[in-house]
């Protein structure tokens, strides 16, 4: 028996009951009937109550919670990682670039102030590093750092030791330059400095053919003169540098004469260290 016929079923028997409530009255004949449809109806209704409760009531559904979303992780944004900044030396005053560490090794290039060079190397050497000449691949020097400011990561470069000490090259060139005057006449000879290591003073010897007057003089300095006076001051004569020297005095003007003139310069003061004399004739 479906829902629908129970529920037409007991909607009769309410009609029934509510009538008898009434007390509607039916002809006489019909009682009978009346009655027999009663029963009836209340059997077929304790069986549709029987039959009701044998089904199982539905439960209603639940309804289905939807499934919690994933909650966005957020990507975090990269970082990105900060460049190491390449070896490098900024120069804060001229400096001499040379073959190997110190004077006695030649000097290959010449790092001007501001100049900013690539390091390629440490050395075994206190104050030096191995830079790249700018712009000549692969030709590097030995540069001093005294006057470097030492920029970036220099531990990962390979280290170098110095080339053999090569023998020191004394030497110069001297040429007749002026007669200068003061108290008296001086012959004023110029030197260059042609070799490897720095002279730090200095005789010349002038002698006049004319009158076998000889004279001489010593120094610790190679200054260029005007008169009395200083014109440039040059204390030492470095590898590359010009310098004067004078012999003082001849108490008369030699112009004309023919002089034997001997320079001897020396790398230590007072003429001490290696020496070395060069000879020229002169005629002022």
Known sequence: MTRRSAVSILLATAMVSMLAACDFKLPAPAMDLNLSVTRTLEAVATQVEATLRSVPSATPSETPTPPEADSA????????????????????????CRTGPGTVFDQDYTAL?????????????????????????????????????????????????????????????????????????????????????????????????????TVQQSVDEFHKRSGCAIDQSIPQLDPGMTGYVYANTFVYDPTGHELEVTVKLCTGPGLSGTCVSRSIIATP
């Open 113 to 213: 102030k501001g100049a900013l060079l690539e390091i390629v190397g440490r050395t075994t050497v206190p104050e030096y590093v191995i830079v790249n000449v700018p712009g000549e691949s692969g030709h590097t020097c030995w540069l001093w750092t005294r006057y470097a400011e030492l920029r970036g990561d220099l531990t990962l470069l390979p280290i170098s030791t110095p080339p053999p000490t090569p023998t020191p090259s004394v030497q110069f060139k001297l040429n007749y330059s002026y007669l200068e005057g003061c108290v008296g006449w001086d012959p004023g000879m110029k030197v260059v400095n042609t070799g490897s290591v720095t002279f730090r003073s200095a005789r010349i010897t002038a002698e006049d053919t004319v009158t076998s007057t």
């Open 73 to 96: 992780t957020p990507t975090p944004t990269p970082v990105p990682s900060p460049i190491p900044e390449s070896p490098a030396a900024l120069l804060g005053e001229n400096t001499n």
